[in-house]
């Protein structure tokens, strides 16, 4: 079964899926939605629009953590806020708004749709619309799009690709490893085994409706891959 390859890397990302008022959240890892919203705007698919949504949101997803990152915060200020029960404006309140610094994820889609799969890794590298990560400011540094990305193999192999991180892990002598073992949040598809997400997207990103999905810890090693000998 095909897989399609993202790599979701920056100074700054956001994958909030709890929060609603002044403290925002992030997730440790791309949600669901998030991964989903970001093919749509490579892909052209307005919010309204519902099919493609559910067509993008019936992949299986996996993510690999190359760099974590570092749990950060931006003290934020907002003005003329509506109160949640509409009785009065505010004329300004603060907001925390987390974010990951510096992390690098592997992000893999898995389905029997080859031309879907074909579609989005087209449009990874002429994307529609701007693409981010969580939030509209955090743009991706390197790109998102994988030459190689579109993988004709399933997911969990697919997620043993090239190490992406910024630095090889070294050993006690300091010489490079010959692998290193990488987390993988796996998406445990039609079971209700595993950790809660609530990010399933059910409708176009305008009704804003996620439902449960469950995703379950493995470890991939990933091999290093020697730098081109110079001619």
Known sequence: MPTLLL???????????????????????????????????????????????????????????DQPGV????????????????SKVHPTTTSRRYYLADAVFLVGLEGEDQRLLERAHRALKNPSWPLFLGRKGYLPSPGVYLEDGLREEPLQEALKYRYLGRDWPKDEEGKDCESVRCLVMLENWGSSEGSLRMDQPLGSFAE????????????????????????
Request: aromatic content about 8%.
């Open 208 to 231: 804003r409706r996620f439902g449960a999905r469950f995703v379950v810890p493995h470890w991939v090693e990933v091999k290093r891959v020697p730098e081109p000998t110079p001619a």
């Open 7 to 65: 790599r979701l890397a920056g100074p700054m990302q956001s994958w909030g899926t709890k929060s609603r008022f002044d403290e925002r959240d992030t997730d440790l890892t791309p949600s669901k939605s998030g991964v989903i919203g970001l093919l749509c705007a490579a892909m052209g698919i307005d919010r309204e629009e519902r099919a493609p949504v559910l067509e993008l949101a019936r992949l299986r997803m996996g993510v690999r953590v």
């Open 71 to 86: 749990l950060r915060y931006d003290y934020q200020t907002a003005q003329n806020v509506i109160a949640a029960d509409e």
